[in-house]
């Protein structure tokens, strides 16, 4: 089966920047996603990376290194807004599209 | 970005009954969508994938034939729980896309109450 991990919950303050880690270890990698869900609702897409590197979209960051089963999501100036779930999600095959995710990091944005 | 729209968004059902979800790619034709389902404080698990004009994937352990999934446009998909009891209740969550992002747009979700 697939195995990614990402930590349960992390506590930041406003304004301040959180890193939320994210391993993973898939049979095989065709991309990973990062999603914001607060509670009740669906997801919402922020990130998909495929390639090593960072991809930077305003606020958030989403980095990935394959050969280090590695993805990390970064939160800059956190805004009370952002208390959320965030959840990894990797696709192991080109063939079949299927999404596997982690648990989700509940982020707690405090004034 | 693309839109993918999902009715109802809440629905509150008795024992025994039959509900019917649907799944909306409002902006894009999607050959492929996904239903997971969710319980409080617990991540997506996949229950299937639907296919367009062929039949449903289900995952091990998902009941095909209590969970009956047609995908029968480009841009359609419906969820009917069949004889729902309450076990079932739960968040139902559908996504879609293609190509590069396939898979990335979730519906509103569904949240289904079994009385």
């Known amino acids: 089966g697939q195995n990614i991990d990402q930590p349960t919950e992390m506590t930041a303050t406003e304004g301040a920047i959180v890193q939320i880690n994210c391993t993973y270890q898939t049979s095989g990698f065709n991309g990973l996603f990062w999603y914001q869900q607060h509670a009740g609702e669906a997801p919402t897409f922020l990130s998909y990376n495929v390639l090593d590197g960072l991809e930077e979209k305003g606020r958030f960051s989403s980095f990935l290194s394959r050969s280090k089963g590695y993805s990390y999501l970064l939160l800059k100036e956190l805004q009370m807004k952002d208390s959320a779930s965030y959840l990894c999600?990797?696709?192991?095959?080109?063939?079949?599209?299927?999404?596997?995710f982690g648990a989700g990091t509940t982020v707690t944005v405090r004034a | 970005g693309a839109v993918v729209s999902q009715h109802p968004s809440r629905v509150i059902c008795k024992s025994g009954t039959s509900v019917k979800i649907e799944c909306r790619s409002l902006d894009f034709q999607a050959t492929t969508m996904f239903w997971y389902r969710q319980f409080p404080k617990q991540s997506l698990m996949l229950m299937a994938t639907?296919?367009?004009?062929?039949?449903?994937?289900?995952e091990q352990g998902v009941e095909k034939d209590k969970f009956l999934i047609n995908h029968a446009s480009l841009t359609l998909s419906t969820l009917t729980v069949t004889s729902a009891h309450p076990e079932d209740s739960s968040f139902y969550i559908c996504?879609?896309?293609?190509?590069?992002?396939?898979?990335?747009?979730f519906g509103q979700g569904t949240r289904l109450t079994v009385v």
């Open positions: 639907s296919n367009e004009g062929s039949k449903a994937t289900y």
């Open positions: 999600a990797v696709r192991a095959s080109s063939n079949d599209y299927k999404l596997s």
């Open positions: 996504s879609a896309g293609q190509g590069r992002s396939l898979g990335a747009f």
